[in-house]
């Protein structure tokens, strides 16, 4: 099976060190460490930092054939600095090389089982048209959506693009505020008027997922009107980055398989589980969940 991701490789860089992320990054890895052909659709700089994301992404067997080297635009990254209190404060540099994605050559004569993309790097004019035009050539089987909702970085626009366009639609908990307030109007609803509203607005979508971090899971079939809800697996926490990017590539990794939606639920709540429990966003699996 073939997926395609779009968006944003990126670098976290602190003081004392440098870590690569992105949520189509990590989601990819995590689609290839599942088996299947990741091909990333995004662009670096023609820099140090450039250079490493391509063997980074080589090491983890992502597909690579379009990734676009720019040579005025440097490689993304996220600024991460302390304050007195040590609470983190995140920089993400504008105008870099995955601001400016280009439609590659050919592309349309491919076949995907899904297209991923989220908001982030829908922050650029360029990347809306990027994403819009390989919507309009219909060569995929679904899209899914993961909101990754970024603040000040995710417009109206973005979300509507996104709510317009997606056949599987996943959001955070955290993020449903944003959605629901900026697209609806609305302050306070319950989980089966969150559901409806979406379902009525964006016809498209026959799958809403919503994690809920520690509370677990809730998917909704907008075809069969079926809500599932699925525990989270608890263990101890290390680090929550990559968490959501391992449960969507997980979750439609099986359900590409024809696993039914619980079991999709259990799947990825059982792999970001274990994420979280290592320090690395894409840690070595030993056999533990695939």
Do not use: W
Request: aromatic content about 12%; charged content about 20%.
């Amino acid at each position: 099976m073939k997926i395609l991701s779009f968006g944003e490789i990126l670098f976290d860089t602190y003081e004392n060190g440098k870590c690569i992320g992105g949520a189509p990054f990590n989601f990819s890895a995590h689609i290839a460490r599942n088996g299947m052909e990741a091909y990333l659709l995004s662009a670096i700089g023609n820099d140090v930092l450039g250079m490493e994301a391509i063997e980074k992404v080589k090491q983890y067997g992502v597909i690579t054939d379009f990734i676009h080297v720019h040579s005025h635009y440097n490689t993304g990254e996220c600024r991460v600095t302390l304050d007195n209190n040590g609470i983190p404060n995140y920089n993400l540099v504008t105008d870099v090389a995955y601001d400016h994605i280009p439609l590659p050559t050919g592309l349309q004569n491919y076949h995907f089982d899904a297209f991923y993309f989220g908001t982030l790097a829908l922050r650029s004019v360029q990347n809306k048209e990027t994403v819009q035009a390989i919507l309009n050539f219909k060569n995929y089987n679904e899209v899914f959506v993961d909101m990754n909702i970024r603040k000040p970085f995710c417009s109206l626009e973005s979300m509507q693009l996104a709510l317009d366009n997606a056949t599987i639609l996943k959001v955070s908990d955290e993020e449903l505020p944003t959605v629901m307030n900026e697209v609806f109007g609305l302050g306070n609803y319950s989980s089966d008027e969150m559901f409806s509203h979406i379902s009525i607005r964006s016809p498209k979508i026959k799958l809403i997922i919503v994690t809920c971090g520690a509370e677990g899971s809730l998917a909704y079939d907008t075809i069969n009107q079926k809500k599932y809800q699925c525990d989270a697996v608890h263990t101890d926490v290390v680090s929550t980055v990559g968490a959501g990017d391992s449960f969507s590539a997980s979750f439609l990794a099986h359900y590409l398989k024809n696993y039914n939606i619980y079991e999709c639920l259990a799947y990825a709540s059982k792999v970001s589980a274990y994420v979280v429990s290592q320090k690395e966003a894409i840690p070595e699996m030993k056999g533990k969940c695939l």
